[in-house]
């Protein structure tokens, strides 16, 4: 059965600005993964030496208005947008920093359909926590996203801590990736058991496990088991890559109240087809697709 009513938890900025994902590819990370997680995509584009970018790029759409015509096309109905900073370990500057103003210029443009999000770098924590008070407060964001592995610090790490703070005292969740990276980045630190320690000493604290936890699955599904606020997003891959193990867990009483769904720019209308072709009950497919991530954001038009 497919489901009538979708929210893609990981719509990304880029995804309605295809531009962005040029910039992030005059970095030695990306130009790597280009030609290693994403060969294939490389492989069958093609492109000319430089345009690597386009094993991103080629999936977005070319604005915001061709980016809601999708929506309604394949029945998305809100769509989850953080801003995403990424930090160079070779060359130790930003190397994606999606701006809170251009997030909320898509918020404003989409009548209700787009919730925003934050980010957080660990590096300047007093100007990342003004920043988040001024989304949330000014622009309405319900969300902070960040990438502690691109930094080289596991979640637990003291650093995080400020931003665990100001998103209990906001009232937000805090998604962040774990599993391996993608780019040719430190991945120790993306091991979803590094989560107990925050989730034991705040225990309030909304937290969203994103990217599947791949390799370490079995941590990821059991931070998201025992832990209960601690969730789990399905984004990053395409749920035809996804392992036995994720599918099984998503459709078990152990998860399918605890997992959520994002396209993460990769192509929203065949991520849609895939969600609703997932080996899973149909039961699970509603909590994961649309009622989990409508009661963990309290999502209303």
Known sequence: MAVDKIVDCSLLYMYCDPAVSKTCFDFHEFRVMAITTFSGVLKRLNPPKGEEWQVLGAACKASPEEMFAEMDATGVEFGIMPAIWVWSQRDHTLMIEHKNNKVFDVVKKSEGRIIGGASYNPFRIKES?????????????????????????????????????????????????????????????????????????????????????????????????????????????????????TFQFMDSPRGRDKVMMGSHAYGMTRWVKECNEMPISDKAKQKVLYDNPVKLFNLKR
């Open 129 to 245: 926590l003004e920043a988040i008070d001024i989304a949330v407060k000014e622009y309405g964001f319900k969300y902070v996203w960040f990438h502690p592995i691109s930094f080289g610090m596991a979640p637990n790490d003291r650093r995080c801590y400020p931003l665990y703070t100001k998103c209990m005292e906001l009232d937000i969740p805090v998604g962040m990736q774990v599993g391996h990276s993608a780019e040719p980045l430190t991945s120790e630190p993306g091991h979803p058991m590094y989560a107990d320690d925050v989730a034991i000493e705040m225990p309030d604290l909304k937290i969203i496990l994103t990217h599947t936890g791949w390799p370490w699955i079995d941590e990821w599904c059991s931070m998201i088991w025992r832990h209960p606020n601690v969730y789990g997003m399905c984004n990053a891959y395409m749920p035809s890559g996804f392992y036995p193990a």
